[in-house]
């Protein structure tokens, strides 16, 4: 049976006279096009929006932009793969009407503008909000870890520093009493030992020298940590393992999965960036309330107070975490607090009404106990190993308390969260391939990562109106 056969390559043919043709009227690249050829670019903050009046001409930076937007969208991030795919993919011929930058042209355009992007972003969250895309109702509040450009044996910590340099002196102190004996003919080896020896203490030397004036510098700056090759990356718990790398902040609107609000930090825990993040989102969504639901990573009670006063309704798990939990005995939520009596109610029924007022670092709290009554407890060994049980409380802490009864007249609000967040996560790191940043510094990572999210975005809408309806939102 025969197959199918392509043209001979020599043969003449009638191509379609036109690139026009070749691009389908669905394609993401006709909305790129439209979208950007919409945007004000010198509002957004890119440089040469407006063509110099003399020398060389430079590239639009919406061309630019174009390029970069059609390559996150495709999996395409390096600057030499987004240079030859300008040359041979016909829809970017389309987009960029023939223009073929050179990498270095490309990467230099994401460098400069790299502050820039972020607004780019905002701009397709407003298209979104015209297409009521956002349920404006709830926001799901998370962060991911994606590795820097630094290998993790290229991460230092004063802790390690601390333990190379203690490991270096231990070593050396052993090569030495080695050379000794060696000076002394009491080794067999001879002198080609001693010379190879002399040759490890140098090395061994050298590497303590530069761990020492590392730990030097960590000690002047304050920083807990220091990283070689991205000096502004940092080392990052993610489950079991250590990632060098940056925290990747995201709110995403609970109806449709879309990101409403990025930013990327490197400060290694959640912990603190609720309120900062929903509050931008509820911003952007123009909204004068939201409920925002954050794993228990997020869980501080300043940060859940201040979401509170800036109109967010913060639904985060307490975790269980403390000595009591650790050694099995009485969790405080056993302990209930009467607010008439400012005392709390142990498992023992017995009133804890002893405070004594505590300030650390700006956190005031009260502790409250009763030693008589631990003292005659028969459930004591279940209770506390001290004297007496002392249970801790924040002066502020009626936020957390107002926090779970929400959240147990709502409890599926937290499965809600895992499955909001997991799907933009999921998507920029396994389909779109894009858990690893290319740049370098924490600027350059941000602008990375507004056009990652900026992509996830995209591809939601275009899966949820289609791109007819989306360039005629942008026409409209
Ligand atoms: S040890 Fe003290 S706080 Fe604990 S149950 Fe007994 S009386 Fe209550």
Known sequence: ???????????????????????????????????????????????????????????????????????????????????????????????????????????????DNRSAFKAVFRAFVILCRKLDLFGRELLAVDGTRLKAVNNPGRNFSRDKLARYIAAADERLEGYLVELDAIDRGEDGHGLGRGEALAAKIARVRERRQAQAAMLEQLTASGESQISLTDRDARAMVTGQKTTVGYNAQVAVDAKHKLIVEQHVTNAATDMGLLASTAGAAKEALGVDRIAAVADMGYYKGEDIEACEAAGITPYVARPERGSAIANGRFPKERFAYDPAADAYRCPGGQLLDTRYRSVTRGHVSIQYSSPAACAACAIKARCTGSRWRRINRWENEAVLERMAKRLAARPGVLAIRRETVEHPFGSIKQWMNQGVFLMRGLEKVRAEFSLTALAYNLRRAITIIGIPGLIQAVRA
């Not at 043709?21 to 919409?38: H, K």
């Not at 430079?58 to 059609?70: E, F, I, S, T």
């Not at 240079?83 to 073929?100: F, H, P, T, V, Y």
Request: net charge neutral; charged share 30%.
């Open 1 to 111: 049976m025969a197959y199918i056969e392509g043209h001979a390559r020599d043969q003449a043919l009638l191509l379609p006279a036109s690139v026009e043709d070749y691009v389908a009227a669905d394609s993401p690249v006709r909305f790129i096009d439209a979208f950007v050829d919409d945007l004000d670019l010198g509002e957004a903050g890119f440089h040469r929006s407006r063509p110099k009046a003399t020398g060389r001409p430079g590239y639009a930076p919406g061309d630019m932009l174009k390029l970069y937007l059609y390559g996150y969208l495709n999996r395409v991030r390096s600057s030499r793969r987004l240079e030859a795919e300008a040359m041979r993919n016909l829809e970017l011929i389309w987009l960029l009407r023939g223009l073929r930058p050179d990498y270095k042209t490309i990467a230099d355009f994401r460098r």
